[in-house]
DNA sequence: GTTCCACTGGAAGACTAGGTTT
DNA sequence: AAACCTAGTCTTCCAGTGGAAC
């Protein structure tokens, strides 16, 4: 059944990119001065989630150190390295740069000034996630640097300009916007013919499974990969020699909810707890949250840290926070809800 | 309209983990 | 071994906000 896992993965950035010829050719154009070892401005992609944003992001770059090999480029996805440190830590590990600084101990200075003094290529660095930074100085930092070209990859742009001061804002103002629109089912049938063709052994689902899975993901191409990638372990448990109408029923459920799944896994046990409070209970509000905290765990923390927990999980898009003073409620995001 | 106060979220500093230097 | 770094986490303190009660 399954020939090649790894194309079913959505992190797969495969040799042809379908039905993002016009994205792939804009990012493309703005990233051009860098061929010519010039600084290029950056550029901004933003979409909903499963559009291909990253996937573009990750294709073009590539193809630009293909045709020019005097082009350096590092990806680096800001919800795993939301910090300064780690954010620039990543940028100079793809420079090869960190090879005695494997320290804690080491300063912000100390990797700002190993990037100041960089002078190999011009850098293409991707942001991905960049509003999950926690501030915004990596991107001032980087923007400062002539050496690096910007990739800044989004939801929404006001999520990446709202921890931006106005100096900052003002800057990105000119960059290159990329707009990201949702697949529609022809797009994404497309796209799941494509995977199973190379990833699945041959007539292992027709096309009107495929039709059926994309309808289930609403426009999402990870969510569509994820049901594809679910439905072809559960063929090959059951040694079915074709993916049918019923697999894949079964499997949309658990396709569909497996990126949400991981980013729970992420949460330590004092925020999984708080998550748990607001998941059994339907809607809460902060007092009666922190109260049921507080009795569910041994040495809680302050009620003041569990709110830094609560903003991160509204962040994450696990929670929603409704009402701004005495009428603030909290609830969960469902797993298969539609993202914004 | 005024007051109350639950709630938010910024700022500053203490504490911890994990590394380096002496 | 002890002294000394730093990033990251958490706490303490508090000003500001805006529904709710009066």
Redesign the pocket.
């Known amino acids: 059944m399954i020939e090649d896992a790894r194309v079913l993965r959505a992190e797969f950035v495969p040799h042809e990119l379908e039905h993002r010829d016009g994205e792939v050719t804009h990012l493309s154009q703005v990233l051009e001065p860098v061929t010519r070892g010039e600084p290029a401005g950056p550029a901004i992609i933003t979409g909903p989630s499963g559009v291909g944003k990253t996937c573009v992001a990750r294709y073009t770059v590539e193809q630009l150190r293909e045709q020019h090999l005097d082009v350096a480029s590092q990806y680096v996805n800001c919800w795993q390295?939301?910090?300064?440190?780690?954010a620039l830590?990543r940028v100079l590990e793809g420079l090869g740069k960190t090879v005695d600084i494997?320290?804690?101990?080491?300063?912000?200075?100390?990797?700002l000034e190993r990037l100041r003094q960089y002078d190999g290529p011009p850098c293409v660095v991707v942001l991905d996630e960049a509003d999950q930074l926690?501030s915004a100085d990596v991107l001032y930092d980087l923007h400062a640097l002539s050496s690096f070209s910007l990739v800044l990859i989004a939801n929404r742009e006001a999520d990446l300009f709202a921890g931006a001061d106005d100096r900052l804002r003002s800057r990105l103002r000119g960059s290159e916007r990329i707009g990201f629109d949702r697949y529609g089912i022809d797009q994404l049938t497309s796209i799941l013919q494509a995977r199973a063709r190379w990833g699945l052994t041959e007539d292992a689902v027709a096309t009107d499974q495929l039709r059926d899975i994309a309808d289930a993901a609403a426009g999402d191409a990870r969510v569509a990969i994820s049901i594809l990638r679910n439905a072809a372990r559960r063929a090959q448990r059951t040694t079915a020699a074709t993916i049918t109408d019923e697999i894949v029923t079964a499997a949309v459920p658990a396709g569909r909810s497996a990126v949400h799944r991981r980013t729970l896994d992420t949460l330590?046990p004092?925020?999984r707890a708080v998550y748990e409070i607001v998941a059994d209970a339907r809607r809460i509000?902060?007092?009666?949250?922190?109260r049921r905290y507080r009795e569910a765990v041994d040495?809680?923390?302050?009620?003041?840290?569990?709110?830094?927990?609560?903003?991160k999980m509204?962040q994450y898009d696990l929670l929603v926070?409704e009402?701004?003073?005495?009428?603030?409620t909290?609830r969960v995001v469902e797993p298969a809800a539609d993202e914004g």
């Open positions: 390295n939301y910090s300064r440190f780690r830590y494997h320290r804690q101990s080491t300063p912000h200075d100390e990797l926690e330590t004092h925020q509000d902060p007092s009666t949250l922190y040495d809680p923390k302050t009620d003041r840290t569990v709110r830094n927990y609560l903003g509204v926070a009402g701004t003073s005495r009428d603030r909290y």
